[in-house]
Structure formats: C-alpha cells, structure tokens
C-alpha cells in the first residue's frame, strides 16, 4: 500500500505524493537528514534490482532531494529538464513494477484534485503499468474541471476505460454535516 496526498498548503515539491510513498517504503520521514535518506536508499534499493540500481538510486534520490553522487550529477545535468523528469518518471515506474513483483501494489493518492501537472504525467505513465502489473490506483478527488486532475480523469476514461472505475458521491447534506460536527466536536472535549 503506497499513500500519497496531494496538498494545497505548505511548501510542497512536484511529484509530492510519489516522495511522500518512497518515504513511507523506506521508513523515513520529511525531517529525516540528507544522509539518513541516502543510506536507507542504497540498502533497500539493491535487493529490488538484483543488485543493480545505480539508475534507481539516481533518480529516485533526485525525487526525494538527495545530492547526487558525483558520477550522477553529470548525467542528471546533461538532459534538459523534460528529460530528467521523463527519467523520474520512469524509474518511480520501474520501482512500482518491481514492487509490484513482490506482491499487488495500491497506489493511493488523496486530494488530487490539488495536484501539480508533473504529478498527474506520473500517474499517466502509472496507469500503462497497469496492463502489465498487478497495480491499482485509488484516488480522491473533486469535480474541478480547471485542474491537471480533471484532464488525468479523462484521459483515463478515454485509454483505460477497461481498468477505469469512478464512484461519485453526492454531497453531504446540511443534516448529515451538523451531526458530523457534533461528533468531532464531542470527541475533541
């Protein structure tokens, strides 16, 4: 189960919910240092790729903000910036799939009707991985037609409607939101 929430408030990067699931995996948080992060990446990463996960270590390390290694910086700085987020994308891709060979993975993202562009062109590319892989993507979000969302949701419909699932919930009624408030207001006494 990787969670994820897109947010409104705050200083938050592109590609938020996807750092916020690679920092769950790894067992860290946002206030962990620079060097924490590097070291649960370079001991949880090999054992996905056989070994091998130099290209993981470098791109996902971007995502979540790490210096690169020297022989990294180079490559990261050669592309422009549509390569390097073409090259984010598919090692976040390639890690879900890898995931995804352990056990079926839920990617779970909330709000993302508040998500940025680039996040959306993630959960695009995520979507294609799951004609391959035994991935499910699970998603709140408001109707707000001016959003990335809106435009990820048709998409959706229109290339995977074999794998596409809305359910619309009407909303709450002014009955229904007293008595909520009521509860929450009872249990935070």
Not at 79 to 84: S, T
Not at 116 to 144: G, K, N
Not at 174 to 185: H, K, N, P, V, Y
Request: glycine share 6%.
């Amino acid at each position: 189960w990787l969670e994820g929430d897109c947010r409104s408030y705050g200083a938050v990067g592109l590609y938020q919910p996807f750092v916020e699931m690679i920092r769950a995996w790894l067992g860290i948080d946002h206030t962990e240092r620079e060097i924490v992060v590097r070291t649960r990446l370079r001991a949880r990463l090999p054992s996905l790729y056989d070994g091998d996960a130099e290209n993981a270590l470098m791109y996902i390390g971007h995502l979540l903000g790490v210096q690169p290694e020297p022989g990294h910086r180079d490559v990261l700085r050669e592309g422009d910036a549509e390569d390097l987020a073409a090259g984010t994308r598919a090692a976040f891709c390639d890690w879900t799939r890898r995931l995804a060979k352990q056990a079926p993975v839920v990617v779970a993202i909330e709000g993302l009707h508040e998500a940025d562009v680039a996040t959306c062109e993630m959960l695009e590319d995520l979507l294609a991985l799951t004609d391959r892989a035994p991935v499910m993507i699970v998603m709140s979000s408001r109707p707000d037609r001016d959003t990335p969302a809106w435009q990820f949701r048709a998409n959706a419909m229109t290339n995977f409607g074999h794998r596409f699932e809305e359910l619309a919930l009407d909303p709450i009624s002014a009955e229904a939101a007293g008595q909520l408030l009521d509860i929450t207001a009872s249990d935070l006494l």
